[in-house]
């Protein structure tokens, strides 16, 4: 039996968490936020990927924008947002701020533009590389008209049935 069999598919994190030594929960803390410095590499590649694309021709792309949760959908404000009480006073979780910096900006922000870019990143290979695999389905949120190998007649006959039928790089494929 595989390690993961078993599993829910469920990650399982706050069963665990007071296990944890203190110091390295605080050490923890700290590697969360490191990302922040690698932000405006990521940017660039997203955005790099999004003016290939528009260069390759594409229309109707989502921008970063898309991905963005409403600003209204947030529940807490600084003014009404709730804190934890902490086991000491020195806590971070006992700050309206930080919880106000993670939930509504840094967070959202980030998982945004992840999604972004791999929402990007999965047009790309859907126009470049309309070969299956087991995990293709899975690109099923970045459907593209037709692929390269699409677009000349000679070379998506080509294809095996199930790559030059398929709906995600052909919409050919929907009919």
């Not at 940017?43 to 409403?70: C, E, I, Q, R």
């Not at 899975?138 to 390269?148: E, R």
């Amino acid at each position: 039996m595989k390690a993961c069999e078993s599993c829910s598919g469920r990650v399982e994190i706050g069963k665990n968490h007071q296990k944890i030594p203190v110091l390295q929960r605080a050490i923890g803390m700290v590697l969360v936020y490191m990302p922040i410095f690698t932000l405006p590499f990521v940017f660039a590649s997203a955005y790099m990927t999004y003016w290939h694309l528009l260069m390759m021709g594409a229309k109707n792309l989502k921008t970063y924008s898309d991905f963005l949760p409403d600003r209204a959908s947030h529940r807490y404000t600084l003014k009404n947002q709730i804190t934890m009480d902490a086991s000491f006073k020195a806590s971070t979780s006992q700050s309206k701020l930080f919880w106000i910096l993670n939930c509504t900006w840094y967070c959202p922000c980030s998982v945004a533009l992840f999604e972004w870019h791999a929402y990007m990143v999965k047009i790309v290979e859907n126009w470049w590389c309309p070969f299956a695999h087991d995990k293709k389905e899975g690109y099923n949120n970045a459907k593209i008209d037709k692929s390269f190998w699409h677009i000349y007649a000679e070379d998506a006959a080509k294809l095996e049935p199930e790559d030059r039928d398929n709906p995600i790089w052909n919409e050919d494929g929907d009919k």
